[in-house]
């Protein structure tokens, strides 16, 4: 079974900044593309970022850019999300999530994280 482990949620003030990780094996994450998800209550689960199993190429959704950087770290199997003036909306549960392509279609990851929990109080 393939294993995504998220970290880094907590509960912050609108402006303030996270840094989620999602660390899995060498071999799943050297061979696919990595990117975050976010579903909060009430919403589909939504597209933020995703980054190329190079790191070559990354995307964002309209809402995380200017604000949120995907990043990875080879030697840790791990992908980052820093996340930046943090607002209310968006709070929500995130998920990390591997797959053979990057995309925003979820459809496109075949393994995904339990998720972290980012809270942003007004």
């Known amino acids: 079974q393939v294993q995504l482990v998220e970290s880094g949620g907590g509960l912050v003030q609108a402006g303030d900044s996270l840094k989620l990780s999602c660390t899995t094996s060498r071999r799943t994450f050297s061979s696919k593309a990595m990117g975050w998800f976010r579903q909060a209550p009430g919403k589909d689960r939504e597209f933020v970022a995703s980054i190329s199993s190079t790191g070559s190429v990354t995307n964002y959704a309209d809402s995380a850019k200017g604000r949120f950087t995907i990043s990875r770290d080879d030697g840790k199997n791990t992908v980052y999300l820093q996340m930046n003036s943090l607002k209310p909306e968006d709070t929500a549960v995130y998920y990390c999530?591997?797959?053979?392509?990057?995309?925003?279609?979820?459809?496109?990851?075949?393994?995904w994280g339990q998720g972290t929990q980012v809270t942003v109080s007004s």
């Open positions: 999530a591997a797959g053979s392509w990057t995309s925003s279609r979820s459809s496109f990851y075949n393994y």
